[in-house]
């Protein structure tokens, strides 16, 4: 009678070890996914192949009770143990082996990559710590060349992947967005930064060459777009007028269904398909209205970040207005008489004692400005790309909603003309394989979409390093400024002891008031 280890004395690694794996989906651990996981110099390939045999009944785990047996057997292999089930009845009642295996963070990191190579045309298995490793661009704007009459804007693009640094113009982007576009109708293409030819000024040349580094970033992080010859060629390619050369070299390019295997367009398959889509449509139309309204809560917050960040640019001006004057009023020359101050006699030792507020001001001013820089620049760097990103995901849901009514309609189309051509085989024929041809594309444009609404709850986590970093900021600015405004008390209060600690002689002879 098989042995049932589902409940009792487990230990709680065996239980963390199945969540984690039940999490990414159970039916996902196969004999080729299972043997590189485990595998280590005390759990060879051909000991886990004799586990695998040992417990398994079907191609896949299906249960919690097979995966403990498995890695009971594992930590009895490496005792020095034969791969034998019986053992197992000898833990009944007692706690099970531990095996001596990584921790599940590298386990879990291991498992991800493992199904990204096995199954990943059908999931995405990146986060977001994966997706931000496959690139990172940089894009600066390059010097301006003496003796060109007509001024254009070339700009340094510079990537860690390829290890490469290329100068391209606004054009070469609008080259490589069509090309993109063609070949991948149902995946997230950003929108490009609109051109502008008047009035161009500094001000929109550093948001253009921000969006365009947002837009490309995305690209590369893209796990399959980042693949792409394509990418590959503007990323790397040296010669001039690379906008140009890619089109020529990429302008017999295929979209992405092109390259799908033939299937099966049996009745009964088509019906499962059908079902199948079906539900994936319904989600599909749950996932679309979350990220839209997700869209609209960033932009909001992001509103919200740019107005305060404008007043605080203007607080940090006005403290430096602020300091300009306490300057002014520091060295002010005028001759101040008794006549004027009567008994009141302290202005002359506030006057002494402004000279070195300025300095309190000035830190002010800094730290408020540093601190809208680091937060504009947050804003630019983090959340302006996950906006475009989640922009860039309503516009394919848009485009993908498109292919569905030109299905219902070349459906409709197909319905009527069998109809009518009830007794001519060919054109039925020809209107079936029509019909399966756009069937399937959608099917196609589905798994397309599945994939890139993973990509865009996996990029989510971004949200949580933006407002990690809006505290962070807000703490270090705050901790600065609570130093700063400290110095600044003391400073007024040795101001107030000092006209205290003065004698009437004293400060009748303070510099600056004479008895006229």
Partial sequence: MPVDLSAGSI??????????????????????????????????????????????KTNSLSSRNEFYKCLALMALAQQGKNVDERLLDNFVNRELPI?????????????????????????LFFRYGDLCSLDTIQIDLAPEKKGVLIRHFEYEVSSMRHKNKVFRRYNDFVALHELLNLKYPFRIIPQLPPKKTVNVDKEFIEERRRAL??????????????????????????????????????????????????????????????????????MFQISQTHVSFLHQQFSQIRAYLKNINERNFKTADDYNRIEKALQLI???????????????????TIQTGLIELPIEINAVSERIYEECKREDEM???????????????KDLCKRFEESLQLEQRAIQKATNQNRRTLTTNDSSSKNENNLDTIEKRNNHALKCVQIETQLIYANLEAFVYILSGLGNIQSKVSSDLLNVWKSFSNKISQLGQTYINKSSIQRANTIGLKNN
């Fill in 213 to 282: 580094k947002s837009y490309l970033e995305i690209l590369c992080r893209h796990p399959i777009i980042c693949e792409t010859e394509i990418i590959k060629f503007f990323l790397t390619f040296q010669g001039t007028s690379c906008g140009d050369n890619m089109k020529a070299t990429f302008k017999n390019t295929l979209d992405e269904f092109s390259h799908e295997p033939p299937t099966s367009s049996h009745s009964i398959d088509r019906i499962e398909r059908h079902e199948a889509d079906s539900n994936g449509i319904r």
């Fill in 11 to 56: 230990p709680s690694i065996y239980r963390d070890l199945f969540e984690m794996i039940n999490l990414h989906g159970i039916d996902k651990l196969t004999l080729t996914v299972f043997v590189p996981l485990f595998e280590s110099n005390s759990l060879t390939k051909s000991i886990l192949n004799q586990i695998w045999n040992a417990v398994m």
């Fill in 99 to 123: 095996p001596t295996m990584d921790s599940i963070n590298e386990l879990e990191d291991r498992l991800l990559r493992i199904l990204r190579s096995e199954q990943g045309k059908n999931a």
């Fill in 330 to 348: 520091s060295t002010d020359p005028t001759d101040v008489q008794r006549w004027a101050t009567g008994l009141n006699d302290y202005w002359p």
């Fill in 379 to 393: 804003i630019n760097d983090h959340l302006d790309m996950l906006i475009d990103l989640l922009q860039g995901y």
